[in-house]
């Protein structure tokens, strides 16, 4: 299947260093939580706010590889709005899984009420996180987009045969 003229493996391979990224951030977000970091210093690190850099990242490296437009940055809004939500979810369940308490599943960021396995933050992520974060971001990373395309113009593409030249 194509989107804007590629292969969602070629977005995949593109935004590779972009999740890894967002994993990072998820991943020490989990290490503050566990050594019992102070909350203001495990908000600092945020998958949400991580995944919104990474759109913004994204839309540059589309405009300045020449990888496609508009579509593209879309798909590329929910790849990684969609990652950083499964990493959160992932940790819920783990949580849930091992009896055990993380930062994502404290009653500060998961509003858990009376729902012992945290479906209403779940469905939350799989809902309202990966839809409005991906609209949000490809509307943002569009506007970047467009003002990049503006703003800095491309070189032209080059042929290949100037590496031959000495």
């Not at 951030?25 to 908000?43: D, F, H, N, Q, Y």
């Not at 879309?74 to 950083?84: F, K, P, Q, Y």
Request: hydrophobic share 55%; with cysteine.
């Amino acid at each position: 299947m194509r989107v804007g003229g590629h292969r969602v493996r070629e977005h995949l391979l593109l935004l590779k260093p972009l999740f890894i990224f967002i994993a990072l951030v998820w991943l020490i977000r989990l290490i503050l939580g566990l050594l019992g970091a102070p909350l203001a210093v495990s908000k600092i690190f945020t998958v949400t706010g991580a995944a919104a850099a990474t759109i913004f990242w994204a839309a540059w490296l589309i405009h300045s590889r020449r990888f496609g437009g508009y579509t593209n940055v879309v798909v590329a809004s929910l790849l990684l709005t969609a990652w950083g939500q499964i990493l959160v979810i992932a940790a819920i369940v783990f949580s849930i899984l091992t009896s055990t308490q993380n930062v994502f599943t404290q009653p500060e960021f998961s509003m858990r009420g009376d729902d012992p396995l945290h479906l209403h933050h779940i469905y939350g992520h799989l809902t309202f996180g990966i839809g409005l974060g991906t609209l949000f971001g490809a509307g943002m990373g569009c506007l970047l987009f467009w003002i990049l395309r503006e703003l800095v113009p491309n070189a032209p593409q080059r042929s290949g045969n100037e590496n031959n030249l000495i």
